[in-house]
């Protein structure tokens, strides 16, 4: 079974507004990586954070990771409609790294 | 610097055919990997590479076969395409624990 589990699915909220989506995974992990993907296109690096460290920003990214809850957060602050995409975690193993189903998010104008 | 690379883009395959996914990297990196993606599935792990010379299996793995030709190449064979195959395909690449880099996919379609 896939390591990472994204929630929402789907969310949808108004440019300006923050959009947070979470990540949970089931064994340890060296790293956790956020993705995002347009529609029809290849996954675009966004942020890593690795198991020792508990907060990461990145523009207006912020992402969390609590190790003892198996779980991440990826935080857009004040989103635009170019942020519309899916965005996907990847936890690192060692060797393979896995990916959650993602959460589709749309920004309306 | 292009990065990943997989051809093709798109390819329509009767049941039964056989194809060979083709994919390169020209960041020096040691792990590739492929990975298929289904609507509702996210991305499933299909093969990877650690480094040249070495194969091993992800989630995956029936129905499909790979080669590490070199540091740079990783193709993806599909020898008796069945319809439960039809998916995106991505090839990526890695340095151990960093960041991947993805190809931009490859459609396939078997009917």
């Known amino acids: 079974s896939q390591q990472g589990e994204e929630d929402p699915q789907a969310l949808s909220i108004q440019e300006g507004e923050n959009a947070t989506m979470n990540c949970s995974y089931k064994?340890?992990?060296?790293?956790l990586q956020w993705y995002r993907q347009n529609s029809g296109r290849g996954l675009v690096h966004l942020i890593l954070?690795?198991?020792?460290?508990r907060e990461k920003h990145s523009g207006r990214l912020r992402v969390t990771l609590d190790t003892s809850k198996k779980s991440s957060s990826l935080l857009i602050t004040a989103s635009r409609a170019a942020d519309t995409a899916s965005y996907f975690c990847?936890?690192?193993?060692?060797?393979?790294?896995?990916f959650g189903t993602g959460t589709s998010l749309t920004v309306i104008p | 610097n292009a990065g990943v690379t997989q051809t093709p883009k798109f390819q329509v395959l009767k049941t039964g055919q056989s194809m060979t996914l083709q994919c390169a990297q020209d960041?020096?990196?040691?792990?590739m990997y492929w990975y298929r993606q289904d609507p509702g599935m996210g991305l499933r792990l299909i093969y990877y590479?650690?480094?040249?010379?070495?194969?091993d299996k992800g989630e995956v793995p029936n129905g499909y076969n790979v080669s590490r030709l070199n540091k740079r190449e990783f193709s993806l064979r599909l020898e008796s395409a069945a319809p439960s195959q039809t998916s995106v395909y991505f090839c990526?690449?890695?340095?151990?624990?960093?960041?991947?880099?993805f190809g931009e996919g490859s459609w396939l379609t078997v009917v």
């Open positions: 990526a690449s890695s340095r151990p624990g960093n960041t991947i880099y």
């Open positions: 064994t340890s992990i060296n790293n």
């Open positions: 954070i690795r198991s020792n460290e």
């Open positions: 990847a936890t690192d193993t060692g060797n393979q790294f896995y």
């Open positions: 960041m020096n990196h040691n792990s």
């Open positions: 590479s650690a480094s040249e010379g070495t194969t």
